[in-house]
């Protein structure tokens, strides 16, 4: 009977030693400026926060006004705009790879999600209104609205509803009955509207465009915005 527990207990301690066992991983506040408060797991007080202080599972981080923070959860790496409301509902890594749930309470993060060596990291953001699920990307979120800078982000209605797979330089919304809205190109959202007939040679605003870049028809193109102009509106909270 010894030696059968003294064999589980070897079986149990290789088990755990490989990757099958999942490990509790940590989010580290890297940078921080202005007021910043920290609740950590367990708690129900809100403390001043400190660079370099650890968050586990089920801590939270609020940002006040002018105020920001930078969170490394493995290697990605997570901006706390002012104004936010952030918790931390699941981080784990496992069998290579990292498994990230935060909660978007209010306000607005820019996410910058890079999976480990050789692994993988499932990363979501969810809000009250919707779910922002991402692999690898670059994206800002403010519990309704979703701007991709880099690779695609799979963005879902809380209530559940049709998805969309949002791509760079593209950006969706709640709209409304609570659904997400169809993804559309941030250069083509910023682009002037020409007069009628200016598409045809027509001057616009009564003169022709001279110089550098104009067209055959003296009409100089209307410059557009950078794919992955941030658009998003920061909602605050009291």
């Known amino acids: ?30 940078e921080m400026n202005g007021t910043v408060e920290v609740k950590q797991s367990g708690s129900s ?17 609020s940002t006040g006004v002018r105020s920001s923070a930078v969170l490394l959860i493995g290697d990605s790496k997570v901006i706390v705009r002012p104004i936010t409301r952030l918790s931390i509902e699941e981080i784990a890594a496992r069998q290579g790879s990292e498994q990230v749930n935060l909660f978007l309470q209010t306000g607005k993060v820019r996410g910058e999600v890079k999976p480990p060596a050789g692994g993988r990291t499932n990363f979501s953001v969810r809000s009250p209104s919707a779910t922002a699920s991402v692999r690898g990307t670059v994206f800002e979120f403010n519990t309704q609205k979703l701007t991709v800078q880099e690779g695609q982000v799979r963005y879902a209605p809380t209530q559940g ?19 997400v809205s169809s993804p559309h190109n941030l250069a083509e959202a910023v682009r002037p509207q020409l007069p009628p007939g200016s598409e045809n040679g027509a001057s616009f605003g009564g003169a022709a465009a001279a110089g550098d870049g104009a067209t055959e028809s003296g009409l100089t193109p209307p410059s557009r915005s950078p794919a992955g102009t941030n658009l998003d509106i920061v909602v605050k909270w009291e």
């Open 1 to 30: 009977m010894k030696h059968t527990s003294v064999f589980l207990m070897m079986l149990i301690a290789l088990f755990c030693g490989m990757p099958l066992c999942a490990q509790d991983l940590t989010a580290l506040i890297q």
């Open 45 to 61: 007080v809100w403390a001043p926060a400190r660079q370099g202080m650890r968050l586990e599972k089920s801590s939270a981080i």
């Open 161 to 179: 509803g049709p998805t969309a797979q949002v791509r760079a330089g593209e950006s969706s919304s709640i709209a409304g009955g609570g659904q």
